[in-house]
T-cell receptor
Framework: GENVEQHPSTLSVQEGDSAVIKCTYSDSASNYFPWYKQELGKRPQLIIDIRSNVGEKKDQRIAVTLNKTAKHFSLHITETQPEDSAVYFCAASRDYKLSFGAGTTVTVRA | DAGVTQSPTHLIKTRGQQVTLRCSPKSGHDTVSWYQQALGQGPQFIFQYYEEEERQRGNFPDRFSGHQFPNYSSELNVNALLLGDSALYLC????????????????FGPGTRLTVL
């Protein structure tokens, strides 16, 4: 089955700096890569996604890049704000089944 | 536009008991997936229902079973509960949206926190 690895497990950044989270996947047939943000005690919320026919996607301060050859994808958050503090999960999808990474706890220091 | 809803919010059971969790998908969605999220970990795929049938299953024992109703809502049943079944159980819905073909974009419900004592 699909195996998704996510790094780092924790990330502390100064407010206004950028944060980068990286994921690798094992199944070359995976074709959809969403990112979810989960605040303490709340549901995972989809923040951005990318499909295998696209190399990069941006939505305001958030961007995702995908390298199909290397089987890795990354989340970039620019100009971080305190409300960006949360756990972020990457996922890879094949046949509508999501396989998640272990998560990255992001702390934005004021 | 109603989002994904789940009930109950919290549940406490003892080992050996059985539990049923419920999920109503987002309006217009016809596919329901269930995930188990242990504390400090990412969600793990349990199974997915589409057209009232189990379409895919993850690496979970047969103690975990489900059902989808004609209105697309779904239930997750867990028999013979073990301490290790304590987790947040998440339901996610996907499917046709605004007449488009089936999409794999999944939206999560708030989850049911199950504690097994």
């Amino acid at each position: 089955g699909e195996n998704v690895e996510q790094h780092p497990s924790t990330l502390s950044v100064q407010e206004g700096d950028s944060a980068v989270i990286k994921c690798t996947y094992s199944d070359s047939a995976s074709n959809y890569f969403p990112w979810y943000k989960q605040e303490l005690g709340k549901r995972p919320q989809l923040i951005i996604d990318i499909r295998s026919n696209v190399g990069e996607k941006k939505d305001q301060r958030i961007a995702v890049t995908l390298n199909k050859t290397a089987k890795h994808f990354s989340l970039h958050i620019t100009e971080t704000q305190p409300e960006d503090s949360a756990v972020y999960f990457c996922a890879a999808s094949r046949d509508y089944k999501l396989s998640f990474g272990a998560g990255t706890t992001v702390t934005v220091r004021a | 536009d109603a989002g994904v809803t789940q009930s109950p919010t919290h549940l406490i059971k003892t080992r050996g008991q059985q539990v049923t969790l419920r999920c109503s998908p987002k309006s217009g969605h016809d596919t329901v997936s269930w995930y188990q999220q242990a504390l400090g970990q990412g969600p793990q795929f349990i199974f997915q229902y589409y057209e009232e049938e189990e379409r895919q299953r993850g690496n979970f024992p047969d103690r975990f079973s489900g059902h989808q109703f004609p209105n697309y809502s779904s239930e997750l049943n867990v028999n013979a509960l073990l301490l290790g079944d304590s987790a947040l159980y998440l339901c996610a819905s996907s499917g046709q949206y605004r007449g488009l073909a089936i999409t794999d974009t999944q939206y999560f419900g708030p989850g049911t926190r199950l504690t097994v004592l």
